[in-house]
């Protein structure tokens, strides 16, 4: 209702927590070069800074000369799984194929996590990616960059 203190809508946020100068979204990332090769696996890690973050999305994509696969031999097809946890949580029980974990991204459709995770200061969120075939890329490399994103709201404090 018009007037009426709403912020028991989120059982994460209190009416203190409702000053609009206070939560502004904040992105994390990072780039994993991925194997090449069926089964390659690599880990990376996003170190959240020492403020409160209620992390919401998360993202994915392949880096490079993804339009044009032909000549390159990359396709921004989400065929890697990515495993997610923290230092103390596994978010995921195994590798789950990326569209799945975050939605398809060749529509820009992004998904919401389940329920959002507060973190209250400083994580290490690590991602193990593993590529699921193995592709041939022109000029031959043997690795391809994947980016991995964040996306949520930081506690910014009182201004």
């Not at 993804?66 to 997610?84: A, C």
Request: charged share 15%; hydrophobic share 35%.
């Amino acid at each position: 209702m018009y007037g009426q203190d709403n912020s028991q809508s989120s059982r994460l946020l209190s009416a203190g927590d409702m000053d609009p100068e206070r939560w502004k979204p904040l992105l994390y990332s990072a780039v994993a070069d991925v194997p090449v090769a069926a089964n390659g696996q690599v880990r990376v890690s996003i170190q959240t800074n020492n403020k409160p973050y209620i992390w919401t999305h998360f993202a994915h994509t392949i880096l490079g000369n993804t339009e044009d696969p032909q000549t390159s031999g990359l396709f921004n097809d989400g065929q890697y799984l990515i495993q997610v946890s923290d230092e103390l949580i596994n978010y995921t029980d195994q590798g789950i194929h990326a569209d799945l974990i975050a939605g398809l991204k060749i529509r820009g459709q992004f998904e919401k996590l389940p329920y959002p995770i507060y973190l209250a200061g400083t994580h290490s969120i690590n991602f193990s990616i593993t590529n699921t075939y193995t592709r041939v890329l022109t000029p031959v490399s043997t690795t391809f960059a994947v980016q991995v994103v964040l996306k949520g709201v930081c506690d910014w404090g009182k201004l």
